[in-house]
């Protein structure tokens, strides 16, 4: 048997031996993103110089040649040679055709060996390029005449066909230059498509020669919103842009280069204020009106008689001759029906086509748009809400408002790109508000794009085949300029670059962090802005066994560093308490938490207030649950000691669409109380109201329940209700949602979000 001193022996020869593996491992992690289908390290490294030839027998990969040499030429000072024979003397890279079947454009082995690399795609397919990004994203970062590339294998293919990424330029207006610098980021990132918001309320940007008073007027407001929506502050600035149609040819071919499709979006039929004020026959009164300045939806949409569709047949053809790809995107969302149900043509239209009411008339709309662009050879595609009173024939469906509007699409068998805001829209926070610029509101981190499976479950075998894929999307009412956009998009981008691409046996979240550490070395070098988001702790409440306590848990990746934390209201460094475990916290308390490595604070130091009361951890029942897209923690989220901080983040909110919400509160025995308070949110842009009323019940079996009173509204934050000292085990809270959105509001006729985050019982 071994002795204790031998045992201990063993013991710390294990431990330092796990230890230098692991960090073997880590310093062996290769920078690539997304991680390939198949990939094998073998033992040296290929030496690339300037003498290094490049071996090609097409010249269909001419472009990926022309890329790479700039690449090369730029940040290291060299280009390399192209012949069509290997070389006596010397290492080179050899493109050569695979023996697959043909088809897989997107394919391609990379084996890079002492002597040559190979790369192995299909001669006309983005194969060859994505091996060249690949290839980039293992060079070495520093300036030197020898590359040394480590020895490997790479087998890769993509998960999904439609890998995307949008960008409005409506809001705000981004140069050319800006254009195809996010184009290249892209191609970084092995996207494929790039959805390109052209034309909304604040702004028409693109040149349609037939109708020149579209930029001459339309692309120009008197003014832009400042800051949060709220305000309702302007300024008098004139503002404004276009591209003519010279630019977007140029950017489509820039494009096409990198193997990236242009996908344009003309909104219709609502988010028209730009083109009505250019030519206001387009509208239902025919009434000039300025280009918006501010952010919403509007009343003044496009009318359904036949010389607007003669109008906008006329713009999509000029559209359709510059952008040639399959799909065309044509908006469809957020359309109030307000004009429409006053209008002599349209509801004209409605009875001559027999339709049943204005939601019906937009799918008419749609539909009519469909088949003027299906007789060109093309196809369209639209935000979810065209799935309301009808779809097209031949749509495809673009889902944001969560991934309900994907999945009945798919049922329906049309094509599907996932895009939901819960996980899709990078105009929302990717950390604490109080770090981090203004955004749109909601909350969605690094983590929770990583954690997107952008194919429901909910769908069987020969349905789940109608999603394409998925994309981001980034709105740009609160992003003014080029490096905000960097901001808002890296490193989510590369985040959902390894969902589209990655097989899911591949993912894993460390490891990614772990790449993810040297692309951001990267992206210095390429001149990219990014957030460091990821390196702030967050802070998460749980339940404890204890009634009148909460647990803490600190949370960020273990390769990133260690977090220490306190609760005496001072900053945190390495001497303040290391975290290990769950905190449990019984008491108003303040917990500051900070990452560190090697003595440095990593990201921002992350403070929150807990305020425990006679709710806190309490059993809490909903008879309505809240909808899937904001139920984040649950029922505990409103009595996990954390009131709500604004801007809204998601995580903190539980919300419900056109539905009320009843909670019951067991206190677990009979509690003297005085003061119940609860948490809502007015956010009107976003659909989202104060509840009509709010009544609380008291009972002391929990089976009979007596009114003590309606809730009064304190600000426009918080319902509260008082009362003399009263002992009761048992709260009920009843808030009637506002019901359906009025005429002239964002989200006019559909049902009002219920927003709901604490509830304080004193």
């Known amino acids: 048997m071994m002795n204790k001193k031998n045992r201990h022996k063993l013991y710390s020869v294990i431990v330092v031996v796990f230890f230098t593996l692991y960090v073997g491992a880590q310093q062996n992690i290769l920078p690539l993103i997304p991680q390939p289908k198949s990939l094998v390290k073998t033992p040296g490294h290929f030496s690339l110089t300037s003498t290094t030839k490049l071996v090609v027998t097409t010249q269909s990969i001419k472009d990926e040649l022309v890329y790479f040499n700039d690449y090369l030429k730029k940040h290291y000072g060299f280009v390399l040679e192209v012949t069509s024979k290997i070389p006596e003397k010397g290492n080179y890279i050899i493109f050569t055709y695979p023996d697959w079947e043909a088809g897989l454009k997107e394919n391609y082995h990379l084996t890079i060996n002492e002597t040559f690399i190979s790369i192995i795609a299909e001669s006309e397919g983005a194969g060859n390029f994505y091996a060249i990004q690949s290839l980039i994203q293992l060079l070495p970062l520093e300036k030197t005449t020898t590359l040394n590339i480590p020895c490997l294998q790479i087998k890769d293919a993509p998960l999904m066909k439609w890998r995307g990424m949008h960008l409005d330029v409506c809001r705000h207006f981004f140069s050319i230059d800006f254009i195809k610098k996010y184009i290249d980021l892209l191609a970084l990132y092995k996207m494929n498509t790039f959805h390109w918001h052209l034309t909304d309320d604040q702004g028409w940007r693109i040149e349609i020669k037939k ?22 502050e302007f300024d008098t600035i004139k503002y404004g842009g276009f591209y003519t149609q010279e630019q977007i040819k140029d950017v489509v071919t820039y494009a096409a280069q990198r193997h990236i499709t242009i996908v344009p979006e003309i909104e219709m039929p609502g988010h028209a204020v730009a083109a009505i004020s250019a030519y206001p026959f387009l509208s239902c009164d025919e009434k000039q009106i300025d280009v918006e300045r501010g952010w919403g939806v509007f009343e003044n949409v496009f009318c359904t008689k036949d010389t607007v569709f003669n109008f906008l047949e006329g713009v999509l053809s000029e559209v359709m001759n510059l952008f040639p790809g399959k799909y065309i995107h044509v908006g469809g969302d957020e359309c109030p029906k307000t004009k429409w149900k006053t209008c002599n043509h349209c509801q004209s239209r409605i009875k001559t086509e027999k339709l049943k009411d204005e939601h019906e008339l937009q799918s008419y709309f749609i539909t009519r748009i469909e088949k003027f662009v299906n007789s060109k050879g093309r196809q369209i595609i639209g935000w979810d809400e065209i799935l309301e009173g009808g779809l097209a024939p031949n749509a495809a469906v673009m889902s944001w408002r969560g991934t309900e509007g994907g999945i009945n699409a798919a049922k329906q068998k049309h094509k599907v790109v996932m895009s939901p805001g819960t996980h899709c829209y990078f105009d929302h926070f990717q950390g604490d508000p109080i770090d981090e610029p203004l955004a749109f509101g909601g909350y969605t981190p690094l983590q929770k794009v990583y954690s997107f499976n952008p194919i ?23 992003i ?4 905000h956009v960097e901001y808002m998009a890296n490193p989510r981008m590369a985040a959902l670059s390894e969902v589209l691409w990655s097989p899911n046996e591949n993912r894993n979240s460390s490891n990614f962090v772990a790449r993810l550490q040297k692309h951001f070395l990267l992206l210095d070098k390429l001149n990219y802005n990014y957030s460091k988001a990821l390196y702030n702790v967050e802070q998460i409440t749980t339940s404890s066994k204890s009634h009148q306590a909460i647990n803490l848990e600190l949370k960020a990746d273990s390769v990133l560093g260690k977090i220490y934390y306190t609760i005496d209201g001072s900053n945190p460094n390495i001497k303040s308490i290391p975290y290990k475990n769950a905190i449990t916290i019984s008491n108003n308390t303040t917990v500051k938490a900070a990452l560190f490595k090697n003595e440095k604070q990593l990201g921002k130091i992350s403070q929150r207030n807990y305020e425990i009361n006679l709710a806190t951890n309490k059993s809490i029942t909903l008879a309505i649950p809240p909808s899937k897209s904001y139920n984040y923690g649950g029922a505990f989220t409103l009595i996990n000691g954390v009131v ?26 009979l509690e003297e109380i005085k003061t119940i308070s609860v948490g809502f949110l007015k956010e009107e842009i976003n659909w989202i109201y104060l509840p009509k009323e709010a009544e609380v019940f008291i009972s002391n079996d929990g089976q009979k329940y007596i009114s003590i009173g309606k809730m009064k509204l304190i600000n426009e934050r918080f319902m509260e209700i008082s009362v003399s000292p009263t002992k009761t085990r048992y709260v009920k809270i009843i808030t009637n949602n506002y019901g359906l959105i009025p005429e002239g509001n964002p989200g006019a006729g559909s049902p009002a979000w219920l927003f709901c985050d604490e509830i304080q019982i004193k």
């Not at 429901?456 to 609160?478: H, M």
């Open 211 to 232: 109708y020149p008073k579209l930029t001459q007027v339309g692309a120009w407001r008197n003014g832009t919103m400042i800051g949060a929506y709220s305000n309702q």
């Open 456 to 478: 429901p479950t909910e769908l069987n075998e020969s349905e789940k085949q109608y999603i394409l894929g998925a994309q981001a999307n980034v709105w740009t009412e609160y």
């Open 480 to 483: 003014l300029n080029d490096k």
């Open 644 to 669: 709500a901080s604004l801007p809204r983040t998601n995580n903190q909110w539980l919300g419900w669409s056109g539905k009320n919400l009843e909670a019951v509160i067991d206190l677990k025995q």
